[in-house]
């Protein structure tokens, strides 16, 4: 796979581990789009979320209980199926399956490890070498 841009979706509550995910990532040579690296103060928010979205090729959505009460995980998820993106879920060990939405029942998912582990997981399953590592 070719790929160009990884957008990360995340709670509020989430912000430590999706940090530290989108760091460990980014360190295997992956273009990591992470509202912290992209968002300044004084910048537009939805305009920059919605241009991150646009350019990025698969949307990563680390799901907590959190994520699922949340009206923002479900705005970039309908923009993502709307984009047409690969969608990979990473799912917390708290989740039961059938608390994911619809549209999500019949993805492949990643199982909630360790920020490090995870992104090395994600980078297995996208087919990305280790030897890419910025």
Do not use: E, L, Q
């Given at each position: 796979m070719n790929l160009q841009q990884i957008f990360i979706s995340?709670?509020?509550s989430d912000r430590e581990w999706a940090r530290e995910f989108a760091a460990a990532i980014h360190d295997l040579g992956v273009n990591v789009w992470f509202d912290e690296f992209n968002i300044r103060p004084g910048d537009?928010?939805?305009d920059l979320l919605e241009k991150g979205l646009r350019e990025s090729d698969v949307v990563v959505l680390p799901i907590t209980r959190e994520s699922l009460g949340n009206s923002n995980f479900f705005f970039e998820l309908g923009a993502a199926?709307?984009?047409n993106?690969?969608?990979i879920p990473i799912v917390a060990e708290d989740?039961?399956?059938s608390q994911l939405p619809l549209s999500l029942?019949?993805?492949s998912v990643l199982k909630r490890r360790s920020p490090k582990e995870t992104a090395e997981e994600l980078?297995?399953?996208l087919k990305i070498?280790?030897?890419e590592a910025a």
């Open positions: 995340h709670a509020a537009h928010v939805t199926i709307a984009m993106k690969k969608i989740i039961d399956y029942s019949r993805v980078a297995k399953a070498p280790h030897d």
